[in-house]
């Protein structure tokens, strides 16, 4: 098993389908269940023996500091992108000093899953194998997804390569939000701001793009009327 210790949580995203909650609020810190997505996110790291995150800020990063300057349980590192933004690619290129040569956990900064017995983060990296994967994503069920009804992202083949979904396909996974890392991933990246779909699409045609399903339910937190809903769901757990 890989030894996995650093983590990144993208936080810089505007939040402009969350509005107008998130004219005031950053989105990871949008509360649910009267917890912040992003301590549930933190909490959960935490617990899969993570010890260092690193956030990215951009909008309302002062507020976002400051809640994250509360958190004395993990080495919290904020890669600042104030001046701009650098997207989910450059982002994570600008915060790979920090992780070494390690393979590296990152979580969207508004992913909201509900584990079960054994916790999605835990598999991730009981199966992570960088001599095969440069990226290992967790999936969803398109069609069991709280909130979501897009046509899902991938195709999974027996042995857990993906395939980008074809045009006007249906799909039977969803990226949930979460995926493992090797610094392979991040050879030769574009300059600046760009989609880590540019990585991804690369390493799926090396085959070295893998999923591994989420046995709980995901709930996609998108909009304000999303937020109802999974308020209603998690007052269950």
Known sequence: MTSIHSAMILGAGLGQRMRPISLHTPKPLIELGGRT?????????????????????????DKMRAHLARRTDLEIIISD???????????IIKALPHFGDEPFIVLNGDSVWVDTLHPSL?????????????CLLLLAATIRALGYDGPGDFLMEADGRLIRRPDSMLTPF????????????????????????????????????????????WLHAGTPEALEEIEAFLADF
Request: aromatic fraction near 8%; hydrophobic fraction near 45%.
């Open 37 to 61: 997505i992003i301590d549930r996110l933190l909490d959960k790291l935490r617990a899969a023996g993570i010890t260092r995150v690193v956030v990215n800020v951009h909008w309302l990063a």
């Open 81 to 91: 992108e104030t001046s701009g933004l650098l997207d989910s690619g450059g982002g």
């Open 122 to 134: 835990t598999r991730l990296i009981q199966n992570f194998d960088a001599g095969r994967m440069d």
């Open 174 to 217: 969803v990226y949930c939000g979460a995926f493992i890392a090797s610094r392979a991933l991040f050879r030769d990246p574009p300059k600046g701001a760009f989609s880590l779909n540019k990585l991804w699409d690369r390493a799926a045609e090396d085959g070295r793009l893998f999923g591994l399903r989420h046995d709980g339910p």
